[in-house]
């Protein structure tokens, strides 16, 4: 049984640039949140998500970041003009219903 | 507002002290906290969640107690493979997660 898979592990964008993360749940679960952590901060919540649906978005910077997570296909975190600021690693996390959730490897992203 | 503390920060033991690491949190309707494990580079490893004040969860050399206002995780004879940095989060009633900043255990042996 894979676990909670994201691709890529490592993204490297100049400011500007869009950035597009990706998030396979496991197997059977439709639940998805997506996690932030910052250099030497703890890990913060930004976006819940069910198929097809927005949960709780309320740690979402109002502008330039969005998150999906279609009816087929993996979650997606889009990033839009990229800034310095933005450069931390981002973790999905998946879980069966509200219950413990079970996360990725991160994808690190740099801004240059 | 809903609110996780970790203490200490880190965390210094010889293989096979014991000790513990302290979870406080305040939360409007806690509905399960839980504990992580994450090695540098890598994602958060779930090991526990408790649900109730008295509740406690045991997994080799970790123990974990929750009580009205507190969790511990109690490190029973450490070895240097448990040294990571452990991670307490509680969840809302949305379902997110709101973590402490962590306990770094360094075990020398």
């Known amino acids: 049984n894979a676990g909670v898979m994201q691709n890529p592990r490592h993204l490297v964008r100049r400011r500007g640039q869009e950035a597009r993360l990706r998030c396979s749940p496991m197997k059977g679960h439709s639940h998805v949140y997506w996690y932030r952590q910052l250099p030497e901060e703890g890990l913060k919540f930004m976006v819940y998500?069910?198929?097809?649906?927005?949960?709780?978005e309320s740690g979402m910077p109002k502008e330039r970041f969005s998150a999906e997570f279609p009816k087929e296909g993996p979650s997606i975190l889009r990033i839009q003009q990229v800034v310095r600021g933005d450069s931390a690693a981002y973790f999905c996390a998946s879980s069966p219903g509200q219950a413990e959730q079970y996360f990725g490897p991160g994808t690190r992203l740099t801004v240059t | 507002e809903d609110q996780v503390t970790q203490s200490p920060e880190a965390l210094r033991l010889q293989e096979g002290e014991s000790s513990s690491l302290n979870c406080s949190y305040t939360v409007s309707g806690l509905r399960g906290l839980f504990w992580y494990r994450q090695d540098p580079g890598k994602g958060p490893e779930f090991l526990f969640t408790l649900y109730s004040a008295g509740e406690e969860k045991e997994k080799e050399r970790l123990k974990a107690t929750l009580t009205k206002k507190e969790s511990f995780l109690h490190i029973t004879a450490p070895k240097p493979e448990d040294s990571a940095t452990y991670l307490c989060?509680?969840?809302?009633?949305?379902?997110?997660?709101?973590f402490g900043q962590g306990t770094t255990l360094q075990v020398k042996p």
């Open positions: 989060a509680v969840s809302s009633n949305t379902g997110k997660l709101i």
């Open positions: 998500l069910q198929k097809e649906n927005i949960i709780d």
